[in-house]
C-alpha cells in the first residue's frame, strides 16, 4: 500500500465552482501535513499547510482527519488560474520521511 | 515564503560529461535540502535527503556514485550527474526543508543530455 494516495483526476470544472480534493494517508504516525500546487513544467509551490483544527486561506481550506487517515483542500469560487496539479505531502513524527502524493489534476473551464 | 534559487536553470550537454546544479536557499538556513526528479507528467520522486556537513542519504535505487551532493554550508547543496546519458534527462529540482518541515523548492532544472 502507498503511504500517500490521491485521486489523479482530472477535475474538470467551470469556473466559481466548488471542488474537493482528498489525499489518504496510511501511517497513523504521521505529523505534518501538507497541499502544494504545481503548474506545468514548475516547480511545487506551498499553498498551505494542514493543521489538526483545520485551517483557511481566503478561498482554501484544508482539513484533517486523523481518525480516517485523510486530509483534504476544498476550493471554492474556482478561478482560471487555480487550474494545477494539487499534491498532497505527509511526513512521519521523526526523521525527515515526507511522502508526496502522485497529485490531483484541476482545471478551471472558463 | 522562504526563497530557493537554483542553478541553472537549463543546461543541454553531451552524453558522458558532467553536470552540476546549485541549490541555495537565500533568506534561510536549511540543515536539510532534498533532491527530487521529475519525467514528464509523472510525480516528484525523491532521489536523496542532504544534510548539511553529512554524507546524503540516497533513496532505493539511485546510484550515489553517479548522484554525487555535496551539501557544504546551511545555504548551498550540490548535485552533480557525472557522465551523463539520455535517460538521465529529466527535471531535477530541490528544496530545503525549515524546521516546520514546509518545504521550499527551487525552480527546477531542466537537464537534456544528448
Known amino acids: 500500500r502507498k503511504e500517500v494516495e490521491q485521486d489523479p483526476g482530472p477535475f474538470n470544472v467551470p469556473e466559481g465552482a466548488t471542488v474537493a480534493f482528498n489525499c489518504t494517508y496510511s501511517?497513523?504516525?504521521?505529523?505534518?501535513f501538507f497541499w502544494y500546487r504545481q503548474d506545468c513544467r514548475k516547480e511545487p509551490k506551498l499553498l498551505m499547510s494542514?493543521?489538526?483544527s483545520g485551517n483557511e486561506d481566503g478561498r482554501f481550506t484544508a482539513q484533517l482527519n486523523r481518525a480516517s487517515q485523510y486530509i483534504s483542500l476544498l476550493i471554492r469560487d474556482s478561478k482560471l488560474s487555480d487550474s494545477a496539479t494539487y499534491l498532497c505531502v505527509v511526513k512521519t513524527s521523526t526523521g525527515n520521511q515526507f511522502y508526496f502524493g502522485t497529485g490531483t489534476s484541476l482545471t478551471v473551464i472558463p | 515564503g522562504a526563497v530557493v534559487s537554483q542553478h541553472p536553470s537549463r543546461v543541454i550537454c553531451k552524453s558522458g560529461t558532467s553536470v552540476k546544479i546549485e541549490c541555495r536557499s537565500l533568506?534561510?538556513?536549511?540543515?536539510?535540502m532534498f533532491w527530487y526528479r521529475q519525467f514528464p507528467k509523472q510525480s516528484l520522486m525523491l532521489m536523496a535527503t542532504?544534510?548539511?556537513?553529512?554524507?546524503?542519504?540516497?533513496e532505493q535505487g539511485v546510484e550515489k556514485d553517479k548522484f554525487l551532493i555535496n551539501h557544504a554550508s546551511l545555504t548551498l547543496s550540490t548535485l552533480t550527474v557525472t557522465s551523463a546519458h539520455p535517460e538521465d534527462s529529466s527535471f531535477y529540482i530541490c528544496s530545503a526543508r525549515l524546521q516546520t518541515d514546509e518545504q521550499f523548492f527551487g525552480p527546477g532544472t531542466r537537464l537534456t543530455v544528448l
Open positions: 494542514v493543521y489538526s
Open positions: 542532504s544534510n548539511e556537513g553529512s554524507k546524503a542519504t540516497y
Open positions: 533568506d534561510f538556513q536549511a540543515t536539510t
Open positions: 501511517n497513523s504516525a504521521s505529523q505534518s
